[in-house]
């Protein structure tokens, strides 16, 4: 089955406790991208790759990390949480980015940071 | 500054009845408008997509509307069933190499009464 996993699916931790959450896809898709959803304000970019070692910032890039080590995997990294960064976080992938091909997301992550 | 707007943070309608979705954009640049779909727990999914040389796109139950000189788009779902009940956030790209990078609306919630 095509998915895209995320891990953890939930998280309380505390402000300065660096964390990762995982993405993984099985589609062999290039494009990869992480969002956060907050009230208010829809889904907003954090960072996208288009390939492997490929990465770029999105439109709310402070304050996090990501790498792109393998194809199928795009990790999202906090090096010092703050509570601001409490949202709701969305991994997507997409066949690549010259295509007006369907964007997958995984299931969502929800942070908690206090 | 939100460049896809969705004004109505919600909206209720009846079962078998005509359920009409709005979304507003400020970037001329955009040239290909989608609609993703978000049920609780879950990833967003994708529902429809229209480019900007087309100002219709039909799929079952689902019609996208696109008025560029407007810079408005909206999506029917007709008729409205209570499994449409989900919140729906549109989004749009640029094209050329950045089909991938979405900027999303606010979201509306649905809720179809039986």
């Known amino acids: 089955e095509a998915q895209v996993t995320q891990n953890p699916r939930y998280l309380i931790t505390v402000t300065g406790k660096k964390l990762t959450v995982t993405c993984s896809q099985n589609?062999?898709?290039?494009?990869m991208s992480w969002y956060r959803q907050d009230p208010g304000l829809g889904l907003r970019q954090i960072y996208y790759?288009?390939?492997?070692?490929?990465?770029d910032k999105g439109d709310v890039p402070e304050g996090y990390k990501v790498s792109r080590k393998e194809k199928r995997n795009f990790p999202l990294i906090l090096e010092s949480p703050s509570p601001n960064q409490t949202s709701l976080y969305f991994c997507?992938?997409?066949?690549?980015?010259?295509?007006?091909?369907?964007?997958?997301f995984g299931p969502g992550t929800r942070l908690t940071v206090l | 500054d939100q460049q896809v707007k969705q004004n109505s943070p919600s909206l209720s309608v009846q079962e078998g009845r005509i359920s009409i979705l709005n979304c507003d954009y400020t970037?001329?640049?955009?040239?290909?408008f989608l609609w993703y779909k978000k049920y609780p727990a879950e990833g967003p999914t994708f529902l429809i997509s229209?480019?900007?040389?087309?100002d219709k796109n039909e799929d079952g139950r689902f019609t996208v509307f696109l008025n560029k000189s407007a810079k408005h788009l909206s999506l029917h779902i007709v008729p409205s069933q209570p499994g449409d009940s989900a919140v729906y956030f549109c989004?749009?790209?640029?094209?050329?190499?950045?089909?991938?990078?979405?900027?999303f609306g606010q979201g509306t919630i649905l809720t179809v009464h039986p």
């Open positions: 970037n001329s640049m955009f040239d290909y």
């Open positions: 989004a749009a790209s640029a094209g050329g190499t950045s089909y991938g990078k979405l900027t």
């Open positions: 229209i480019s900007s040389i087309k």
């Open positions: 589609m062999n898709h290039e494009y």
């Open positions: 790759s288009m390939n492997v070692e490929v990465t």
């Open positions: 997507a992938s997409q066949h690549n980015l010259f295509v007006t091909d369907t964007q997958y």
